[in-house]
């Protein structure tokens, strides 16, 4: 998951791309020194969950529906 990570700056709501920690790191970084040179990095890290985990909940409530539908099909 390399490009979970987004930085959020904490003075004028500047946002980095999606990346990894460290390249989020560098960039409010360098955000900072050229934007607001007299302030010390602050904002907020957002977190992005891998598409790998999602939607497994609908999948399986989709599944025992259509299981439902079969069963009630055939009486």
């Known amino acids: 998951m390399a490009d979970s990570y987004r930085y959020r ?9 999606w990346g990894s920690e460290s390249e989020g790191e560098k960039a409010i970084e ?3 020194r050229h934007n607001h040179p007299a ?13 790998s985990g999602g939607g497994g909940g609908c999948l399986l409530a989709l599944g025992i529906l259509v299981v439902i539908l079969i069963i009630a099909s055939q009486h």
Do not use: A
Request: glycine residues 20%; proline residues 4%; aromatic residues 8%.
């Open 9 to 17: 700056c904490g003075e004028c709501g500047h946002r980095t791309s």
């Open 30 to 32: 360098k955000h900072y």
């Open 39 to 51: 302030v010390v990095p602050g904002g907020m890290v957002e977190f992005r969950k891998g598409s």
